[in-house]
């Protein structure tokens, strides 16, 4: 089995309004949570502009760095600029060829959108038929919320990398990643443990906690701790953040408890004050 | 000529989940409302090696700026201007300016209590060591000093804390002028509307208009399509104050047209709005 915090994934979000601020980028936050939670990490995220240039880039490069697991986040519609897969397409060096299975869903699913009259058109517009036009050797993952199918290509050639695509849209996002994508995660990933711990602290400067957090991460070396300053205009605030994973053997929970408690002492001991309470 | 700025954002909570990255939704507007364009955006973990790695690709692609937030604090893995100094092959160099501003902190913050000891620890000390050749960019909200560098080909650095209150008030202090600079005389404008038909069957219409006129960007974002259809349209483009309102006033005036005529409906609009910058 693989070690557990070496299941490493990169995302790249596609999307001019991420790049302009006309959108705030939520997905980010909500997938590396999920990612986060079942074990797995994530490296690096990218967010690039709607151009095959910019996003082939993007992809070539986290390619050649060799994560486990790589997901794109946009592009898959069927506008003049949806062009993900073209990049993907691009940057792995297959050609696009058409997917019957996704031609049918999207038959189905428009068709049923004509006759509730959403949709003004009968047959399917080169724009539609665009969404079934897949990279070789992919598989679509089920979209129940909206039309373009996200997908999943395996990289045979480059260490059996991953890549995943899917939409943009918060909602078809989650439900993909819900239904197809966690799964495999947890499969890759085996059977780990997870903890954290979170408290804030007053009356302590950073700086000088800094020396204590070297001498936990010295006793709890699997521990990770983070500190967080949230200002000192009245008194000195930090939050500290602990993390840690591992296989069950490794006393993942007992040593963050352990590493928690001697970070509190020490702080409490070089006069700082400990504030539980966490939102 | 656009002038180009990549934004590299560091931090584990960022890639945990733990924070949302507001600050490069709150970058990428301004930077969009100066006339200039984010290309691209890269969050990284707090790692030497990664942090560099990442500056070299942005580097090598010659924007005009490179923007990074994050990691200039004083714990054990804030470590920005290190990677910055590695990536660019330059020493980092203490700044006695930056130290004398950190004891005199130090000295308020010990007659507080909230120091501890009467002399500046090493981490805080490592607060004050700058790549070599750099600027200083104040922070007016009293916490560590941004840094700014100035590479050869016109590529710039500069490096702000992740505290999103500094961020902010350093970019309006600083690098608001800087990047005004680079862009010139330049005007932006931007119209949006909501409109109630598929976004497959508005594509066609927007290729329409964006081939009547290029210089206008039209984008669109589908917000539903479960009870009742509803598409966001998006119309930007830059250039000379004047000639920008007028491309995508007639450019917004088409589209709506062709909504129309097609049988769809424009739901809302919001106001068109121009900013013009010295």
Not at chain 1, 62 to 73: C, E, H, L, V, Y
Not at chain 2, 46 to 62: A, G, N, T
Not at chain 2, 189 to 212: G, P, R
Request: aromatic residues 6%.
């Amino acid at each position: 089995m693989r070690r557990s915090d070496k299941i490493s994934v990169e995302l790249i979000f596609t999307g001019n309004e991420l790049l302009i601020g006309k959108t705030l980028n939520t997905n980010s936050q909500w997938l590396a949570k999920r990612i986060y939670s079942l074990g797995a990490q994530i490296t690096r995220m990218m967010s690039v502009g709607d151009t095959v240039d910019d996003i082939s880039t993007a992809l070539l490069e986290a390619i050649g760095r060799k994560p486990d697991i790589i997901i794109t986040s946009g592009g898959l519609g069927p506008t003049f600029d949806d062009i993900t897969l073209d990049a993907v397409a691009r940057a792995t060096k297959r050609p696009l060829e058409i997917n019957e299975e996704v031609l049918t869903i999207l038959y189905q699913k428009y068709e049923e959108k004509y006759k509730k009259g959403i949709s003004k058109e009968k047959e399917l517009s080169k724009y539609k038929r665009k969404m079934a036009y897949l990279p070789k050797g992919s598989i679509h993952l089920p979209n129940t919320v909206g039309s373009a199918p996200g997908v999943l290509l395996e990289l045979e050639e480059d260490e059996g990398v991953k890549v995943f695509c899917l939409p943009g849209v918060p909602a078809e996002l989650k439900a993909i990643f819900n239904q197809s994508i966690a799964e495999i995660i947890v499969k890759i990933v085996g059977d780990i443990e997870m903890a954290e711990a979170r408290f804030k602290t007053e009356q302590f400067i950073e700086s000088e906690m800094a020396a204590l957090v070297d001498k936990v991460t010295k006793a709890y070396p699997s521990v990770y701790i983070k500190s967080h300053p949230l200002g000192w205009e009245d008194t000195a605030r930090v939050e500290f953040h602990l993390t840690s994973k591992g296989e069950k053997i490794e006393h993942i929970k007992e040593n963050v408890e352990k590493a928690t408690a001697m970070l509190k002492k020490l702080v409490a001991n070089g006069g700082g004050k400990i504030i539980e309470e966490i939102e | 000529m656009t002038i180009e700025i990549e934004l590299l954002f560091t931090g584990n909570e960022l890639l945990i989940g733990k924070t949302l990255n507001t600050n490069s939704q709150w970058l990428a507007k301004r930077i969009y409302s100066l006339g200039a364009q984010v290309t691209r955006m890269a969050n990284v973990l707090d790692d030497l090696q990664e942090i560099s790695d990442e500056l070299v690709y942005m580097i090598k692609r010659l924007p005009n700026l490179i923007i990074t937030s994050g990691g200039l604090g004083a714990s054990f893995d804030d470590m920005t201007l290190e990677a910055v100094a590695k990536a660019t092959d330059r020493p980092l160099i203490l700044n006695q300016e930056i130290l004398d501003e950190i004891k005199r902190v130090h000295e308020l913050l010990y007659a507080r209590g909230d120091a501890k000891e009467n002399k500046v620890s090493d981490y805080a000390t490592k607060m004050a060591y700058q790549p070599k050749d750099s600027k200083i960019l104040p922070n007016p909200e009293g916490g560590i000093p941004g840094v700014l560098l100035e590479l050869e080909k016109n590529v710039n650095i500069i490096c702000l804390p992740g505290v999103p209150a500094e961020l902010k008030a350093m970019f309006d202090q600083s690098v608001d002028d800087i990047i005004s600079k680079m862009v010139g005389d330049i005007a932006t404008a931007d119209v949006k509307f909501l409109v109630d038909l598929i976004e497959s069957e508005i594509a066609i219409l927007i290729e329409k208009v964006m081939k009547s006129y290029p210089i206008v960007y039209i984008k669109s974002n589908p917000l539903s399509w479960q009870d009742a259809v509803r598409v966001e349209i998006h119309l930007t483009s830059r250039g000379e104050v004047n000639q920008v309102n007028e491309n995508v006033n007639n450019a917004a005036e088409m589209l709506k047209n062709l909504i129309l005529n097609y049988g769809g409906k424009i739901e809302e609009e919001s106001i068109i709005s121009a900013n013009k910058k010295q």
